[in-house]
């Protein structure tokens, strides 16, 4: 969420930021609405004011046996008190005007993310790995995995509904090696793991950006709850309305979710196969972090997702998205996009985001450092993919495939299944 004040002050700035994002929202209307409800609060100080005044003189006056003077300041009292009632109501609908304003707008980009209009405008910072040259006709996992019977996209239609999938056989079992390697993984490198709810109350949502905005994109149950979207989520909104402490930031926490969506992309686009489903496993990476610190913990981030891939060997690109193609939520973003053959392209992996204080006004997280300065602060709030699991496995199937139909298993990947080496195909 956007401070009110800064709104306030840089009010052309934010027009700008808007026009950069492709954002409809109306400074102007938030603008309008802010301006009545400070009027309203300076008429009601002066009203309070002007109270107190004639409450002191009423105990005056009748000391001083001016019992008529007494009775006409007791009506004025009556009559402010009637006042500003009606007031505190036109007030409170206006507050909640502005606070809903506020929770409708996107971040402001950093400065050095690049301005652009969608995501042909995102700018690739480098790339690792050389993808492979085949000398034989690849298959997209979307054939190879059901000929393997390890994919089965018609028993998940028949057990749910279309952008469903089950994983049966080596493919279960490579899922899960992939998680536990990623969550070991991570953890080797400082990050704390949690094992969270997969569903998730309002102000859990709204903490992190997902509501009021994006609940046509979640699966909300009867009783309320929504099922998660992301581990980041319940991750960040973990410190929801604490202090923390300054001398143990930066945290690096990690966790394992399955994650769902109601609004699996764009319509006709990645309809075929795993990339585009309405429930998928993540493993997300969540951080806080001091604000003079946060982008060099961003890049940390990003250099720990690209951990994952270079061990698995999977040729990736690292591209910084423009102001027009980022999250609601995010100051900057990389995306880390791994080669898949299928595609002969690179489709997203990992998402890394430094939203600034953003999710931490709307949480309420803030930070003491009594050595540092006075009083409080809000935290930076960091979260990325590391990574997302199901895209992983299309990228090792569809990588590591061999002409007689096998799939070969990364060396790092073979302790979590047992030592097994190859993926074969059915006999």
Same mark, same amino acid.
């Given at each position: 969420?956007?401070?009110?004040?800064?709104?306030?002050?840089?009010?052309?700035?934010?027009?700008?930021?808007?026009?950069?994002?492709? #954002?409809?929202?109306?400074? !102007?209307?938030?603008?309008?609405?802010?301006?009545?409800?400070? #009027?309203?609060?300076?008429?009601?100080?002066?009203?309070?004011?002007?109270? =107190?005044?004639?409450?002191?003189?009423?105990?005056?006056?009748?000391?001083?046996?001016?019992?008529?003077? #007494?009775?006409?300041?007791?009506?004025?009292?009556?009559?402010?008190? !009637?006042?500003?009632?009606?007031?505190?109501?036109?007030?409170?609908?206006?507050?909640?005007?502005?606070?809903?304003?506020?929770?409708?707008?996107? =971040?402001?980009?950093?400065?050095?993310?690049?301005?652009?209009?969608?995501?042909?405008?995102?700018?690739?910072?480098?790339?690792?790995?050389?993808?492979?040259?085949?000398?034989?006709?690849?298959?997209?996992?979307?054939?190879?995995?059901? !000929?393997?019977?390890?994919?089965?996209?018609?028993?998940?239609?028949?057990?749910?509904?279309?952008?469903?999938?089950?994983?049966?056989?080596?493919?279960?079992?490579? =899922?899960?090696?992939?998680?536990?390697?990623?969550?070991?993984?991570?953890?080797?490198?400082?990050?704390?793991?949690?094992?969270?709810? #997969?569903?998730?109350?309002?102000?859990?949502?709204?903490?992190?950006?997902? *509501?009021?905005?994006?609940?046509?994109?979640?699966?909300?149950?009867?009783?309320?709850?929504?099922?998660?979207?992301?581990?980041?989520?319940?991750?960040?909104?973990?410190?929801?309305?604490?202090?923390?402490?300054?001398?143990? *930031?930066? *945290?690096?926490?990690?966790?394992?979710?399955?994650?769902?969506?109601?609004?699996?992309?764009?319509?006709?686009?990645?309809?075929?196969?795993?990339?585009?489903?309405?429930?998928?496993?993540?493993?997300?990476?969540?951080?806080?972090?001091?604000?003079?610190?946060?982008?060099?913990? *961003?890049?940390?981030?990003?250099?720990?997702?690209?951990?994952?891939?270079?061990?698995?060997?999977?040729?990736?690109?690292?591209?910084?998205?423009?102001?027009?193609?980022?999250?609601?939520?995010?100051?900057?973003?990389?995306?880390?996009?791994?080669?898949?053959?299928?595609?002969? =392209?690179?489709?997203?992996?990992?998402?890394?985001?430094?939203?600034?204080?953003?999710?931490?006004?709307?949480?309420?997280?803030?930070?003491?450092?009594?050595?540092?300065?006075?009083?409080?602060?809000?935290?930076?709030?960091?979260?990325?993919?590391?990574?997302?699991?199901?895209?992983?496995?299309?990228?090792?199937?569809?990588?590591?495939?061999?002409?007689?139909?096998?799939?070969?298993?990364?060396?790092?990947?073979?302790?979590?299944?047992?030592?097994?080496?190859?993926?074969?195909?059915?006999?």
């Amino acid at each position: 969420m956007l401070d009110a004040r800064f709104v306030r002050d840089n009010t052309d700035a934010v027009r700008k930021v808007m026009s950069d994002r492709n #954002a409809s929202w109306d400074v !102007e209307e938030f603008i309008a609405a802010d301006e009545k409800r400070r #009027a309203i609060i300076g008429t009601v100080e002066a009203l309070q004011a002007r109270r =107190n005044e004639a409450s002191k003189a009423i105990g005056i006056l009748m000391k001083d046996g001016k019992r008529d003077e #007494a009775e006409a300041a007791k009506g004025e009292v009556r009559q402010i008190n !009637e006042q500003v009632a009606e007031l505190d109501d036109s007030l409170a609908q206006l507050e909640a005007q502005v606070r809903e304003l506020l929770m409708t707008a996107p =971040n402001i980009p950093d400065a050095s993310v690049p301005v652009g209009a969608g995501e042909d405008d995102n700018v690739e910072v480098r790339r690792w790995g050389t993808p492979r040259q085949f000398d034989f006709e690849a298959k997209a996992h979307w054939d190879l995995g059901p !000929e393997m019977g390890i994919i089965d996209f018609e028993r998940g239609v028949k057990l749910t509904k279309s952008r469903f999938v089950v994983l049966g056989r080596d493919g279960a079992r490579l =899922n899960r090696a992939l998680i536990n390697f990623m969550l070991d993984t991570h953890g080797s490198r400082g990050y704390t793991e949690w094992a969270v709810p #997969a569903m998730a109350n309002s102000e859990t949502l709204t903490g992190t950006g997902q *509501l009021p905005k994006f609940e046509e994109d979640l699966f909300k149950t009867s009783e309320g709850l929504y099922l998660i979207p992301t581990a980041e989520v319940q991750l960040t909104n973990l410190h929801r309305d604490e202090m923390l402490e300054g001398a143990e *930031l930066p *945290l690096h926490y990690v966790g394992y979710t399955p994650c769902f969506r109601e609004e699996a992309g764009s319509a006709g686009r990645d309809t075929r196969g795993m990339i585009r489903v309405h429930q998928f496993d993540k493993v997300e990476m969540v951080k806080f972090a001091k604000p003079e610190e946060s982008f060099d913990e *961003l890049e940390g981030m990003v250099a720990d997702a690209e951990n994952i891939l270079q061990l698995l060997g999977l040729p990736y690109r690292v591209i910084v998205l423009c102001t027009g193609d980022m999250g609601f939520g995010a100051a900057k973003t990389y995306d880390l996009e791994v080669w898949l053959p299928s595609y002969d =392209n690179f489709k997203e992996i990992s998402s890394c985001s430094n939203c600034v204080d953003f999710q931490a006004r709307r949480a309420a997280i803030k930070y003491r450092d009594p050595e540092t300065f006075k009083g409080s602060r809000l935290v930076h709030t960091l979260n990325g993919s590391g990574l997302a699991v199901g895209r992983c496995l299309v990228a090792v199937l569809e990588n590591y495939q061999q002409a007689d139909g096998s799939v070969i298993i990364p060396e790092v990947l073979r302790p979590y299944m047992g030592g097994q080496e190859l993926i074969s195909p059915l006999t």
